[in-house]
């Protein structure tokens, strides 16, 4: 069946970099764009990056940009996200997430999640 | 970008119907048929209830329905039970060529 499984997530200390890695399964992986989205502890969900299906064009949230890269490596299905310049305001659950879409009718929604990885920036 | 704005809380008795709004603007909610409505039971990742505004994936109960006049979305929970206590969100596309969510309501059954 369909699974996304995150990896990468641990302790942190601000200014420092980490890479997130989601693998996919159970579904044609290069047919879909695939999203980060973070929840700070205690907080709502904050959407963070877009891959496109083909990994050509990527967009971010502001807060991250410049600072995070997102890629994926289609023969492999897996979703990598390149966080730099961590800061304490990064501290979140890490979900990635496959972008469902609608042939003729809508896209753009979240249609299956991961569990999630927590990363924490501290000293 | 700025998140959507949705109540903090909204609660109903067993059997009655509540509405949960999501507000924005004119370059997210209002522009675009993109939005999409989730469920958080604690401990757990979001659950996808409503995309497109209106359309439900298969597997979610008709007791949830989405609609959008304006700027303003909604996510209508009928004949309430105790097992739709959970944090919901909305989410839309934008005109920067991003996604905004909401600020999340907490659903409490009574």
């Known amino acids: 069946q369909l699974q996304l499984a995150e990896s990468g997530g641990g302790v942190v200390q601000p200014g420092r970099s980490l890479r997130l890695s989601c693998a996919a399964s159970?579904?044609?992986?290069?047919?879909?764009?695939m999203h980060w989205v973070r929840q700070a502890p205690g907080k709502g969900l904050d959407w963070v990056a877009v891959?496109?299906?083909?990994?050509?064009?990527?967009d971010y949230a502001d807060s991250v940009k410049g600072r995070f890269a997102i890629s994926r490596d289609n023969s492999k299905s897996t979703l990598y996200l390149q966080m730099n310049g961590l800061r304490a305001d990064d501290t979140a659950v890490y979900y990635c997430?496959?972008?469902?879409?609608?042939?003729?009718?809508?896209?753009?929604?979240?249609?299956?999640w991961g569990q999630g990885s927590l990363v924490t920036v501290s000293s | 970008q700025s998140a959507l704005t949705q109540p903090a809380s909204v609660s109903g008795s067993p059997g009655q119907s509540i509405t949960i709004s999501c507000t924005g603007t004119?370059?997210?909610?209002?522009?675009?048929?993109?939005v999409s409505w989730y469920q958080q039971l604690p401990g757990k990742a979001p659950k996808l209830m409503i995309y497109?505004?209106?359309y439900r994936p298969s597997g979610v109960s008709n007791r949830f329905s989405g609609s959008k006049s304006g700027n303003t979305a909604s996510l209508t929970i009928s004949g309430l039970q105790a097992e739709d206590e959970a944090d919901y969100y909305c989410?839309?596309?934008?005109?920067?060529?991003?996604?905004?969510f909401g600020t999340g309501t907490k659903v409490t059954v009574l």
């Open positions: 891959a496109s299906s083909d990994g050509s064009k990527a």
């Open positions: 989410n839309s596309y934008t005109s920067s060529y991003t996604y905004v």
């Open positions: 004119s370059s997210d909610v209002g522009g675009y048929n993109y």
């Open positions: 997430a496959r972008e469902g879409y609608v042939p003729g009718i809508t896209w753009g929604f979240f249609e299956y």
């Open positions: 159970g579904f044609t992986f290069s047919s879909h764009p």
């Open positions: 497109g505004v209106s």
